[in-house]
């Protein structure tokens, strides 16, 4: 016999088929509209969702409780926050457009850090991107401590995981870091495509 634990949730929403940014959008509607305690829980498809939405809990003061995938729908399970537990959103301060970053790719000196999920930059990414997705972001820093002194242009497909990387890079000490936006939704510059690893 397995422990199963089980808990209410009181309220669910589906973003199943939605991309960035649509799950987050509804999710923060979603959340605004509950009492504190309640939990959300939120059908999704886009892989980029699990990061997105674990980031903007944790960053929100809302409880995180966890992903459960299965047959590539991944539900969310988030607790909203009492009001002296949430804290406000913030968007990181220090954005370029993608015009900016088009003049920087061109004169070849720009560090382009794509937070994308791999299927996404596969299928169409910044020559010279490298590919960090969100959910692995923390894990790989001490690697891009390499780019440290240096540009560094986030990008992603809205403008939203990018601003959620960016804020995590300034909190560990990186201070030349710019938010892309509106992304490569709207790129309009150079693009290579890379083999879909399965």
């Known amino acids: 016999m397995t422990g ?57 003061g809302h409880q995180y ?21 949430a804290k406000p959103e913030k968007k990181y301060p220090h954005v370029a457009t993608n015009e900016e970053l088009a003049e920087r790719v061109a004169k070849g000196d720009a560090v382009v850090i794509d937070v994308r999920e791999p299927m996404e930059y596969a299928f169409g990414h910044i020559p010279g991107a490298v590919l960090v997705p969100l959910g692995s972001l923390e894990a790989r820093i001490d690697e891009l401590r390499a780019y440290e002194g240096q540009d560094i242009y986030v990008v992603c497909r809205t403008g939203n ?29 150079p693009v290579e495509q890379s083999e879909v690893e399965e």
């Not at 409780?65 to 537990?85: M, N, Q, S, W």
């Not at 959620?164 to 710019?178: I, P, S």
């Open 4 to 60: 199963q634990t089980t808990f209410t949730v009181d309220k669910l929403i589906d973003c199943k088929g939605l991309s960035c940014p649509m799950p987050m959008v509804r999710t923060k509607k979603a959340i605004d509209e509950m009492e504190a305690g309640q939990v959300l829980e939120v059908l999704a498809t886009d892989p980029g969702s699990v990061a997105d939405i674990r980031s903007w809990a944790t960053r929100t």
């Open 161 to 189: 995981r990018s601003d959620m990387a960016c804020q995590m890079l300034a909190d560990h000490g990186f201070t030349r870091v710019k938010n892309v936006v509106p992304g490569m939704s709207a790129w309009n510059g």
């Open 65 to 85: 409780l966890g992903t459960v995938e299965k047959d590539g729908v991944f539900r969310h399970y988030i607790r909203k926050a009492a009001p002296d537990e």
